[in-house]
């Protein structure tokens, strides 16, 4: 079992930056690739990144390349999501999630354990 616990989030200007953390239970954290997504408020939630069990490769949605970049301690069972220049489009309910797949997860039933969200919200 895998408890995922979202810290970081808050009120920020657009163009400003967050860094949004996720500590993780459990001894095998570095078996899990570490995701996050997002949900606005009346939308679906969606992917935003992903990173591999040893940290050396990554993935990201459109929308925030060249933005966000993931990033994760496996020492200290932490993985981050660093958000740049943000827009008020980014407000949203964060999530990480702990996929055990061995391909690139970017679909909420290929995750197995998610976090309870921390709330960014973004003004213009």
């Known amino acids: 079992q895998v408890q995922l616990v979202e810290s970081g989030g808050g009120l920020v200007q657009a163009g400003g930056s967050l860094r949004l953390s996720c500590a993780a239970s459990?001894?095998?954290?570095?078996?899990?690739?570490m995701g996050w997504f997002r949900q606005a408020p009346g939308k679906e939630r969606e992917f935003v990144a992903i990173i591999n069990g040893s940290g050396g490769n990554t993935y990201y949605a459109d929308f925030v390349k060249g933005r966000f970049t993931i990033s994760r301690d496996n020492a200290k069972n932490t993985v981050y999501l660093q958000m740049r220049s943000l827009r008020p489009e980014d407000t949203a309910v964060y999530y990480c999630?702990?996929?055990?797949?061995?391909?690139?997860?970017?679909?909420?039933?290929?995750?197995?354990?998610w976090g309870q969200g921390t709330q960014v919200t973004v003004s213009s």
């Open positions: 459990g001894r095998t954290f570095s078996y899990y690739a």
């Open positions: 999630a702990g996929s055990s797949t061995v391909l690139r997860a970017t679909s909420l039933h290929e995750y197995d354990y």
